[in-house]
């Protein structure tokens, strides 16, 4: 059969609400235009994130049930712990409550003032944990990642020659190189198992270890396998069990490609390096076999590691996604290209390309299609990745807007409804003004900063 059908039956349901526009005009007004601040009940679709809004399996709610509770050494742990190493393959496991308690703790007990953490492209709470600790996230995307609408199938990958340039230089300031799989700042874009083996060869010569952040390593596996010669006939378990073999660890938010409504993971090779952050857990999240979740959570969790590699899943996850990418594309919706595993982005620059730079064009997107047509999605661009360097606004490379897709939840007519409705957008878009800063946070601007509008709508 051509048609690609949704590989699980609805067993529950949400109802979903409907406000008008003059009343959502109302809400994100008060919410002082951050999407972030709209109570839930007042989303129609929420494209917000993929991260802890996806739906739980059968399998995974009964692993509720059963979860133990123990305060140490609980059952649950470890069977969790089975779960991780026979994915990751990595000699220690530690649980935490989500992916940027992985980070804090990674950076705060290996990371020193004055360092560099090379990456592909760090994501927003990476970067910031990075920098918090003094030290410098240098991002370092291939050089196909520029041209946002070329259909190079690997734009996530790592610049290999500006990696050994860095190392070169800095050889002792690199305490690790971080690879983000797939590339979520970069547009949702996979990194390529030739670019992972490189990546792996310069970081063994140097002496360095080489991390994972996996949050969506079952997705980046699954298009090795669609895009990357020599791994068609190859499950997705065993393409990502290959990606980690070149690796020396790995961080997880799993709330993403482990199907958790909560929980994270960190889980390395080296004894030195463990201890340090199993110190650290202790103090601030939990016992090492708890790390902060319940039982129950960790039952959901070794679960849903499974349930991810599943590739019938993946097949329909990807073809979904694709669906909304193409159909955007066709209506001349400015998009990346090709399209990635949890969202399509769009570009907002080019959208709105009558608004400047200082009137935050992905943000005002944002606000529009809430605003038109009850959808909550993300700005990954000027907010969140502007920086204020000497009193000058410095402005990224992209000013993206994610439409992101929560696992298990969404059917065909409900990205059916965000297609027609983005095509109306489309059509007014030239009414669109600007926003500004009203307050601005230091540390992760898009969480919590408020807005004015510039201009009437």
């Not at 360092?115 to 050089?143: M, R, V, W, Y």
């Not at 791994?231 to 958790?260: C, H, N």
């Amino acid at each position: 059969m051509k048609t690609i059908i949704e590989p699980f039956k609805i067993k529950v349901v949400e109802p979903i609400p409907f406000l008008d526009k003059k009343t959502r005009r109302k809400i994100i007004a008060e919410a002082k235009y951050n999407p972030f601040k709209i109570p839930s009940k007042y989303v129609t679709i929420d494209l917000l994130t993929d991260s802890g809004t996806g739906a739980m399996s059968t399998a995974q709610w009964a692993g509720i049930i059963s979860g133990d509770e123990s305060y140490a050494g609980a059952r649950s742990f470890y069977k969790f712990e089975e779960a991780v190493k026979s994915t990751f393959g990595y000699k220690h496991v530690l649980p935490t409550h989500q992916g940027r308690a992985a980070e804090r703790l990674l950076a705060q007990a290996i990371i020193k003032k004055g360092d560099i953490i090379p990456g592909n492209t760090h994501f927003d709470t990476t970067q910031a944990n990075i920098e918090i600790s003094g030290a410098t996230a240098l991002n370092l995307p291939c050089k196909e990642s520029k041209d946002l609408s070329s259909d190079y199938p690997f734009k996530g990958n790592i610049d290999t020659d500006a990696l050994r340039e860095v190392l070169e230089e800095n050889r002792d300031r690199v305490p690790f190189v971080l690879l983000t799989i797939t590339n979520n700042s970069g547009g949702g874009q996979p990194v390529s198992m030739a670019n992972i083996k490189v990546t792996s060869a310069i970081c063994k010569e140097f002496g360095i270890p080489l991390l994972f952040d996996a949050a969506r390593f079952a997705e980046n596996a699954y298009f090795i396998k669609l895009r990357e010669n020599g791994y068609s006939d190859k499950s997705p378990l065993e393409i990502a069990r290959e990606i980690f073999s070149y690796g020396d660890g790995a961080l997880m938010s799993m709330k993403k490609d482990a199907f958790g409504n909560i929980g994270g993971l960190i889980t390395l090779n080296s004894d030195e390096w463990i201890e340090k952050i199993r110190n650290l857990l202790i103090l601030t999240e939990g016992f090492p076999t708890y790390g902060g979740l319940a039982g129950r959570d960790l039952e959901a969790l070794a679960i849903g590691l499974q349930e991810i590699v599943d590739e019938e899943y993946l097949k329909y996850r990807i073809a979904s996604t694709s669906y909304l990418g193409k159909h955007l594309d066709s209506l001349g919706i400015p998009v990346v290209k090709p399209f990635g595993g949890h969202a399509v982005y769009i570009d907002a620059r080019s959208f709105l390309d009558h608004l400047a730079n200082e009137q935050l064009p992905g943000w005002s997107l944002t606000v529009a299609m809430y605003e038109e047509i009850g959808v909550r999605c993300c700005e990954i661009g000027n907010v969140m990745f502007g920086k204020v360097v000497n009193g000058k606004y410095i402005w990224p490379d992209k000013d993206l807007v994610r439409l992101a897709i929560p696992r298990r939840v969404y059917t065909q007519s409900h990205v059916d409804y965000v297609i027609e409705g983005v095509a109306a957008l489309a059509e007014q878009k030239d009414r669109i003004k600007g926003l500004s800063f009203s307050y601005r946070p230091e540390v992760l601007p898009h969480f919590t900063a408020e807005f004015t509008k510039v201009g009437v709508w």
